[in-house]
């Protein structure tokens, strides 16, 4: 089946520094990918929808310039938080939809900003 | 707008007995509908689409468009069954996948 790998798994980065969180389709092609959320004992909240060769589609509330959306080839988007504070801190979790086949997720990223 | 209802954050039932997690939606178009399963360090992983009508790991789930429910049922309840569940729906032409708040589901041996 469909496989979507998200590194890093965890990742712990300095109040005022940017991460960037990568996502990858591993054997199918995703023209869309989407970033979600989610905070402890929540649940997921879609952030964007990150769409190959155009601008991601952010949602109402997310901050655009904070949450940096790169989807440049078919199989891979990244997410980047910049200038991360501790509130930014939550678990970040992809996903792509492989045609008729439902939506693959990846096992998500834990970032923790001290 | 999409809106996707788990009235239930924690259930738990004995091994063997029925279960039935709840799940309606709010959705003004055609809905499809998902469960999502989330075993414990696991990633998310798809257990059933409305669709395709399927029955995995023994759950099924009928879309019930009158009262605007996908509840999900087994018959008998297992250990391994202990995990947290997703409800989830998209609009037809619409990717957007809106989940609900999960039900952490307890099997009791």
């Known amino acids: 089946g469909a496989v979507v790998s998200q590194h890093p798994s965890r990742v712990i980065c300095k109040s005022g520094t940017s991460v960037k969180i990568e996502c990858r389709s591993l054997?199918?092609?995703?023209?869309?990918m989407f970033w979600y959320r989610q905070f402890p004992k929540q649940s997921l909240m879609l952030m964007a929808t990150?769409?190959?060769?155009?601008?991601?589609?952010?949602e109402q509330g997310v901050e655009k310039d904070k949450f940096l959306i790169n989807h440049a080839s078919l199989t891979l988007s990244t997410l980047t938080v910049t200038s991360a504070h501790p509130e930014d801190s939550s678990f970040y979790i992809c996903s792509a939809k492989e045609g008729e086949d439902g939506y693959t997720f990846g096992s998500g990223t834990r970032l923790t900003v001290v | 707008a999409q809106r996707v209802t788990q009235p239930e954050k924690l259930l738990s039932v004995f091994k063997g007995a029925p279960v039935e997690l709840k799940c309606n939606y709010s959705y003004s178009g055609s809905p499809e509908l998902f469960w999502y399963v989330q075993y414990s360090r696991q990633r998310l992983q798809l257990l059933l689409r409305h669709i395709s009508r399927e029955s995995i790991k023994g759950f099924t789930a009928d879309l019930n468009k009158g009262e605007t429910s996908f509840h999900l049922k087994k018959p008998f309840a297992q250990e391994e069954d202990s995990a947290m569940y997703y409800c989830a729906l998209s609009g037809l032409g619409n990717e957007k996948l809106t989940f609900g708040t999960g039900t952490r589901l307890t099997i009791i041996p």
């Open positions: 990150s769409n190959e060769g155009s601008k991601a589609t952010y």
């Open positions: 054997d199918f092609q995703a023209t869309t």
